[in-house]
């Protein structure tokens, strides 16, 4: 008997060429590469890197119930890891082409349902 989980993505924000910005890449990098050799667990997930969030990114996230977002945040110590789930909030932005996780979820919503 295996256990199946539901398809998810992994969107890892920042920079690899940055040390202090490049957490997000590492994360889908690893998580992907770990998800594979899981036993008896069926894991399907799809890991993306980018520098930034942005539109760009909502048509591959609407294909999927569940989106993990990595970033790295100047809130927390070096040591930390934190997790919070986000609501959709109207953008106050005047850009498409860098966009909060709580503006790109109500994005998602509003294109895709």
């Known amino acids: 008997m295996s256990l199946v ?17 490049g957490i997000g890449p590492y994360c889908v990098k690893n998580i992907t590469a770990r998800s594979q050799s899981l036993s008896g667990i ?5 890991g993306v890197a980018v520098y930034h969030l942005s539109i760009d990114e909502l048509e591959v996230a609407a294909r999927f119930p569940h989106v993990f977002i990595f970033d790295a945040s100047m809130e927390q110590q070096l ?10 909030l109207v953008g106050q932005q005047f850009t498409t082409h860098l966009i909060t996780p709580e503006e790109f979820l109500y994005s998602l919503i509003r294109l895709f349902g």
């Open 5 to 21: 989980f539901p398809p998810m993505l992994v969107l890892g924000l920042g920079n690899p060429d940055r040390c202090d910005d």
């Open 42 to 46: 069926s894991l399907p997930l799809e």
């Open 79 to 88: 040591t930390e890891f934190s997790y919070r789930q986000i609501k959709p």
